[in-house]
């Protein structure tokens, strides 16, 4: 009878030191470097913190020329009868425009999904914000190496 | 002069979100780029693009040189009536152009 209680005690104790290891990594990482990197992002938020969920921000990894890549934002529903999303913001790391875009929803709908073409001038962090029509934010964020910079800064 | 293509379905499904999609033809001019000779070509790009449904405003974008030239979007608008989409939009320069659609709520 002893065995198995030392052995279920390590074990225990194993577990939870995995866990506590790993915890301050998983979740906080992404956001907190997002929004030190990003000025308007960290603006916009004014110490509000988005959840980083169910929100995707899908851009190619590697864009050969960054005078148009493809965008995708999907805000995952259901929606109705709670809090819809009120409006989507795109932010950039290091064009020169940092707010690249808005996209407001005054009438719910229950399918969000915004597709566009954008111009990053270098390789870069881009991440997207929700509002809800409660105020609560998500947020999602992608990485797009750029070989060629869309011609934005004169250089 | 700024002319666009749209694309709804010609029916759309009562109470369901139907696809929008629009391209503009506008440069996005940066602002940040010369001419030949050297000379800053102004920015000029559509700053604000707006769509209404049955006089409704249901969707609109502040964009940015940040978009590409030729601004392309896709979105979702929830069918209630038939009816008419608008879509307007405006540049730097204070350039309009609009567009006009039509749905059918079956």
Redesign the interface.
Known sequence: MRIPDRRLSRRRALLAGGALAIAPWLPARADDRDIANIAALAAFLAGRRPRWERMRLDLPGLADNG???PMKIVVDGPFAPGPYVKAIR?F?QR???P??????????????????????AGTQRIVAVATMSDEALFAAGADVVVTID?????T | MPDARISVPQEAPRGKPFEVRILIRHPMETGYRTDDTGKPIPRNVVTMLTCRYNGETVFSARLSPGIAANPYLRFFVTARESGELAFDWVDDRGVRGSERATVTVV
């Open positions: 005078q148009a890549v795109l950039s064009n020169p425009v707010e690249m875009a808005t996209f407001e929803f005054p009438v719910a709908v229950e399918r969000v999904e915004v597709d566009s073409r954008i111009r990053l869309a011609c934005m800064d004169g």
